[in-house]
């Protein structure tokens, strides 16, 4: 099939007959159809560098809509070229191997090695105003499409502490349909929409599986501010699942400079990571906005502007090793789901609406971060962070919902004798304009609850639900914090023996219902 056929499907596909674009997939990625590395000279041996010839199989595949398959125990060395092997068919690594080497110079250390792209272009879509909790538009684009939409007369998010700064444009993503439902109910209330952006979502699954990645981190010296390393895997193509994919980090010296995310996923909807193991990085300092040091979160996975983000059975080792940053970091996310995992931590910075669910999973010192709207479902985990979930005081502690908990089980502080472990760690004293109104849950709902508290300092007065989240009583709070409505609690029990407390704060206890056995 030629380059001309294929566009001329794909645009079929854009016009409507789905059915068409499906059919050309199927038949030009069907079992033994294939495209190698080493058909375009890729050598496998650990020292050439193969990623040339990477990128022209890729680009090939996506010309002729053919998959990849790398040969069994071939070892590829990417190389410090600036290249980016673009992948818009199923590729299927299996037990190859990967060499990145950051330790010398590169030529672009920000740019991707991989990008999981869809060929489908992005369609004009006009969206003018928009209203908090809106599920319809009158806008029919010729396929599913996943929107970004952008009101830079507006910002929100202004963060606070160390790493302060002036805030984000008003933004989110969201699912729009041929019919113009939403999916994804709009967060915000949108006075004006000042950018959209529209890219189609491919109705083939996209499935990358496989591959075994040996990283050797970056030597990078820079005493102020951040500055992120690519060298990974970008996918911004809707409609894709990572399969069983390794990712071992090695090398890292006593400087170095942070990774964006090995698997780094932005604007797109439907991604699934199943099964993949990504270890985490090695955590340095820098001096952060307020002149002052901070650590330097480096991740394994990161996603941003995403629509339906499950992680299935994804492990790592050491989940506890407080010399590593915690692995996952995201923004702007819509549903999320954690099913069966093994994690040091799973954080959203700036916000997730909808269902945000962890199930049966275990997660480490670096523990579960909350910002955003919506519900919050915690059931059948074991969680080892300073607090059972934390709601990050910089972005204001916000939860704008219920909170859930279900059969699980809390080590504070991963086992180190916290001075005062609370259940739900948050602070915000109502003087700070984060862009937003900010909420503690209005409900919270706990029901079987281990709390593993044996190791605790002389004095101990046990567990409380919150300590101090609103600060003593100030002569004005502008941006006022509000404050929960119900507490249902059964089914704790603390090693300690001691019963659960409500608040440090008589102002905060007074004002919630609850309900403690």
Request: with cysteine; proline share 4%.
């Amino acid at each position: 099939m030629t380059r001309m056929s294929v566009i001329g499907f794909l645009m079929t596909a854009v016009c409507g007959v789905r059915i068409v674009y499906a059919a050309e997939l199927t038949l030009g990625q069907r079992a033994g159809d294939v495209v190698t590395y080493e058909a375009f000279g890729a050598v496998g041996d650990g020292v050439a560098d193969d990623l040339p010839a990477i990128c022209k199989a890729h680009e090939t595949a996506n010309d002729l809509g053919k998959r990849v398959k790398t040969k069994a125990g071939a070892t590829y060395h990417l190389g410090r070229r600036a290249l980016t092997a673009v992948i818009a068919t199923d590729t299927d690594w299996g037990t190859s191997r990967f060499i990145i080497d950051d330790s010398l110079d590169v030529e672009d250390h920000r740019k991707a090695l991989f990008e999981v792209r869809s060929l489908l272009k992005p369609v004009a879509v006009k969206i003018d105003r928009l209203a908090r909790d809106q599920r319809q538009l009158d806008v029919r684009p010729p396929l599913d499409c996943l929107v970004v939409v952008q009101n830079n007369n507006k910002k929100i998010f202004i963060r606070r502490g160390l790493n302060q700064n002036s805030g984000t444009a008003q933004q989110e993503p969201f699912i729009l349909r041929r019919d113009g439902t939403i999916e994804g109910a709009i967060t915000w209330d949108y006075e004006m929409v000042t950018k959209v952006t529209a890219r189609p979502i491919d109705p083939v699954p996209l499935i990358l599986r496989g591959g075994i990645f040996t990283h050797t981190g970056n030597r990078m010296r820079q005493e102020k501010g951040y500055n992120y390393w690519g060298r990974n895997i970008r996918i911004t193509r809707s409609n894709t699942e990572v399969q069983g994919l390794t990712h071992r980090v090695i090398g890292e010296g006593e400087f170095g400079h942070p990774y964006g995310g090995f698997l780094s996923i932005g604007e797109s909807a439907d991604i699934t990571l199943r099964d993949c193991m990504i270890d985490s990085r090695k955590t340095y300092k820098t001096i952060g906005a307020a002149g002052k040091p901070v650590s330097m979160g480096s991740y394994g996975y990161s996603a941003s502007h995403v629509v339906n983000f499950k992680m299935i059975g994804c492990r790592m080792e050491a989940v506890n090793d407080r010399s590593r940053w915690g692995v996952i970091g995201s923004n702007f996310m819509k549903n999320i789901l954690l099913d069966g995992c093994v994690l040091s931590r799973m954080d959203v910075h700036q916000g997730v609406a909808g269902e945000y669910t962890i199930r049966k999973c275990t997660l480490g010192y670096a523990g579960l971060n909350a910002i955003g709207r919506g519900k919050l479902v915690v059931e059948d985990s074991t969680l080892h962070g300073g607090s059972l979930i934390s709601f990050r005081s910089d972005y204001g502690s916000t939860w704008e919902g219920d909170v859930v908990i279900r059969n699980c089980r809390w080590i504070p502080n991963a086992g180190a004798i916290p001075a005062r472990p609370v259940l739900f760690g948050m602070s915000n004293d109502g003087t700070h304009d984060f862009g937003y109104a900010c909420f503690m849950p209005r409900t919270i709902k706990i029901d079987g609850l281990i709390i593993d508290d044996a190791h605790h300092p002389e004095k101990y007065q046990g567990v409380f639900v919150f300590g101090d989240p609103i600060g003593s009583a100030k002569a004005a709070r502008p941006f006022p914090y509000a404050l929960t409505e119900s507490v249902r609690v059964k089914g704790v029990q603390t090693a300690s023996g001691l019963p659960l407390g409500r608040s440090t704060n008589p102002e905060v206890e007074r004002a919630i219902a609850w309900t403690l056995p």
